[in-house]
């Protein structure tokens, strides 16, 4: 493993594209360390599994940007707004960004300081990014009913893990009727019964924007340890739903139960925790 800070120098390469260093051990603070002044080209930076500290940097979320993924480091649990002016934005990996093993114990205080701002950002990325396909925010201590105020879902938005934070609420009928390709809210506080069309709604995967201006060929550009979801955009709608771990009453939706769908494709775990949770 490499270890040790990122150099300063960082902002000279002017023509640099793309910047992985997953799964090391770099620590320290990452302002300062990109400039997209100098650095116009910069389109994807993967800084996942390491020991960065601090906030993510305003600065760093400028149109241009496809890919972005902090996951598993020793960052504060706090989603600027500022990411919804990377309107180029394509995949977003932030889970647990205070969860690395290499982090120091400390107090857990930041939870409340952060809720509101988190739920401004993630109204934002849910709703507003043009492009966005993949958003990943679990274990990152969002808190309350957050997704209340999300009446749409990004068009082409179909990767969202929220799991393993502290959302209560019903779950929004936008974000119901969707059908993705992995959603997964498990491991919060959802209450509330789900609509009989559930994950039923699709987008035709020919109406897609694999031709649009920024040249590429819409690749999802980076899901940590997953080979499976690194495929092209053509491909045909897998579904993967995971629900379980809430406060959920209600019928599980036929379109969940394969009933009169072709949906062999479909995974679903939805009953563990909302069978046995409820008061």
Known sequence: ???????????????????????????????????????????????????????????????????????????????????????????????????????????????????????????????KMPRIRVLHLSSLALRGNVLESVESVGKYLDHMSLSYNQLIGTIPVAIQKKRWRSLDLSFNFFTGELVEDFNSVMIDPGDDDATDDDGDDDVINYIPNDDYYRFNASIAYASDVFLDINHLSGQVPSTLLGNGYNRKDLQVSILDGNLFSCN
Request: proline letters at 4%; one cysteine or more.
């Open 1 to 127: 493993h490499l270890s040790g800070t990122l150099i300063s120098g960082l902002t000279k390469l002017e023509s640099l594209i793309y910047f992985n260093i997953e799964h090391n051990k770099f620590s320290g603070d990452l302002h300062g360390r990109f400039n997209f002044s100098i650095q116009p080209n910069l389109q994807s930076l993967v800084l996942g599994a390491n020991k960065f500290t601090g906030t993510l940097p305003r600065d760093l979320f400028r149109p241009g940007l496809i890919t972005f993924s902090a996951y598993d480091n020793c960052l504060e649990n706090y989603v600027p707004k500022a990411i919804c002016n990377a309107k180029t934005l394509k995949t977003l990996v932030l889970d647990g960004m205070q969860t690395s093993p290499y982090c120091k114990k400390g107090s857990s205080s930041f939870l409340s300081a952060y809720k509101q701002r988190n739920s401004d950002a993630l109204v934002c990325l849910i709703s």
